[in-house]
Antibody, heavy 119, light 107 residues
Framework: QVQLVQSGAEVREPGASVKVSCKAS????????ITWMRQAPGHGLEWMGW????????KYAQNFQGRVIMTTDTSTSTAYVELGRLRSDDTAVYFCARSLGPGSYVGYWGQGTLVTVSS | DIQLTQSPSTLSASVGDRVTITCRAS??????LAWYQQKPGKAPKLLIYEASRLESGVPSRFSGSGSGTEFTLTISSLQPDDFATYYCQQYSSFPLTFGGGTKAEIK
């Protein structure tokens, strides 16, 4: 069955960076892209961007341009999102999810990774 | 950015009730709209895509309708497992955006 398993919770100080992983299984990794989203405590969902696992094409949300890097490792079927220059309002649960394209709904989701930014 | 406004933000209903949630877009998204259900501490789950297409495995009591700027999610007979928060999402233009959510509570 399709599964996306994310790395564990992280705590960072303001100004630092964090890298979250998302390991896919149960399907051919290169046939679906990976969308990254986040949800601040008690708030709604925010789309961060999408990466193609086939050719590395990327679409970032303007709000994160210059601070976010999305990558994939096809040898391990793993996607990564790295967010730099962290601020307290980056505290959120970060989700990866499988999607056909950058402008697509998302089907299967990872379990989420809580990133806490605090001094 | 396209703004999605959901109403109501909270609804109180009983098991067996018919429930309707509305999602209004600030500009047309054609039929590129999805609905998700989220329970506390869990990832969202896809219910509906392309405004009215039921995701495989989702109970038929869920249905979606609409196009352009106005959409509805209907639960024909609310079940105990349906008490959750529901989000709409547009994927017509970047950045993809979500509505603020509708929390379905037990009356």
């Amino acid at each position: 069955q399709v599964q996306l398993v994310q790395s564990g919770a992280e705590v960072r100080e303001p100004g630092a960076s964090v890298k979250v992983s998302c390991k896919a299984s149960g399907y051919t990794f290169s046939t679906y892209g990976i969308t990254w989203m986040r949800q601040a405590p008690g708030h709604g969902l925010e789309w961060m961007g999408w990466i193609s696992t086939y050719n590395g094409d990327i679409k970032y949300a303007q709000n994160f341009q210059g601070r976010v890097i999305m990558t994939t490792d096809t040898s391990t079927s793993t996607a990564y999102v790295e967010l730099g220059r962290l601020r307290s309002d980056d505290t959120a649960v970060y989700f990866c999810a499988r999607s056909l394209g950058p402008g697509s709904y998302v089907g299967y989701w990872g379990q989420g990774t809580l990133v806490t930014v605090s001094s | 950015d396209i703004q999605l406004t959901q109403s109501p933000s909270t609804l109180s209903a009983s098991v067996g009730d018919r429930v309707t949630i509305t999602c209004r877009a600030s500009q047309s998204v054609s039929s590129w709209l999805a609905w998700y259900q989220q329970k506390p501490g869990k990832a969202p789950k896809l219910l509906i895509y392309e405004a009215s297409r039921l995701e495989s495995g989702v109970p038929s009591r869920f249905s979606g309708s609409g196009s352009g700027t106005e959409f509805t999610l209907t639960i024909s007979s609310l079940q105990p497992d349906d008490f959750a928060t529901y989000y709409c999402q547009q994927y017509s233009s970047f950045p993809l955006t979500f509505g603020g959510g509708t929390k379905a509570e037990i009356k």
